[in-house]
């Protein structure tokens, strides 16, 4: 069974500086997806990033990145230039490649508490 | 598009006490499940559904019914309520369960069973 661990409970980063959240996770299947979701204070479950297994290169979306190390099974998110509303918990999940049933689902780690501090 | 709604957002239970937890989506999408939040713990399936009429158990099914009758409605209902079940729960749906296909969020719905 795969598992997504985020070994960081609580993280703090300076407005406007950037800070990396750090993800790992286990499984033996070769292609599969991975993400970053954001739960603000009002729990709404928003979708940072995606990351496809089959992909070299690491996905972006503004001041979000992703450095994705396949052979590590490694997946930080990189947050630049860090801003107050950035301030939330993160989620790292991981979804199968394999099509329906159970496999449609996501895992996710226990996530991260990010802090920004003005 | 409302996309992913969930009612109510919060309720209090009485041990033993039953109640339908509701989930509706406008997208036409045919996969939807339900997570339970707990604190430290991230989100853990309890339910999934494929397509109407075609429902199946997640990691924690215990004390839960679902049902899916429409494309659009997945209620979860809880049988028996006990203080174990207090927790968060959220909907979401995708398009077929297909690979690599997003999960859509609902707003969450907070449960407290006393």
């Known amino acids: 069974a795969q598992t997504v661990t985020q070994s960081q409970p609580e993280m703090s980063v300076q407005e406007a500086e950037t800070v990396t959240l750090s993800c790992t996770y286990d499984?033996?299947?070769?292609?599969?997806?991975l993400f970053w979701y954001k739960q603000p204070p009002s729990r709404q479950m928003i979708l940072v990033i995606r990351?496809?297994?089959?992909?070299?290169q690491n996905a972006t979306e503004n001041r979000f990145s992703v450095n994705f190390q396949k052979a590590a099974k490694s997946f930080s998110l990189k947050i630049s230039d860090s801003q107050l509303g950035d301030a939330a918990m993160y989620f790292c999940?991981?979804?199968?490649?394999?099509?329906?049933?159970?496999?449609?689902?996501?895992?996710f780690g226990k996530g991260t508490k990010l802090s920004v501090k003005p | 598009n409302a996309g992913v709604t969930q009612t109510p957002k919060f309720q209090v239970l009485k041990t033993g006490q039953s109640m339908t937890l509701q989930c509706a989506q406008d997208?036409?999408?045919?996969?939807m499940s339900w997570y339970r939040q707990d604190p430290g713990m991230g989100l853990r399936l309890i339910h999934y559904?494929?397509?109407?009429?075609?429902?199946d158990q997640g990691e924690v099914p215990n004390g839960y019914n679902v049902s899916r009758s429409t494309t659009e409605d997945f209620p979860l209902r809880l049988l028996s309520a006990a203080p174990s079940q207090t927790s968060v729960y959220f909907c979401?749906?995708?398009?077929?369960?297909?690979?690599?296909?997003?999960?859509?969020f609902g707003p969450g719905t907070r449960l407290l069973v006393l």
């Open positions: 979401a749906s995708s398009y077929s369960g297909g690979v690599g296909e997003t999960q859509y």
């Open positions: 990351q496809e297994a089959y992909k070299q």
């Open positions: 999940a991981y979804r199968s490649d394999n099509y329906g049933g159970s496999q449609g689902n996501l895992i």
């Open positions: 997208m036409n999408h045919e996969y």
């Open positions: 499984t033996s299947e070769s292609d599969y997806y």
């Open positions: 559904s494929v397509g109407a009429g075609i429902t």
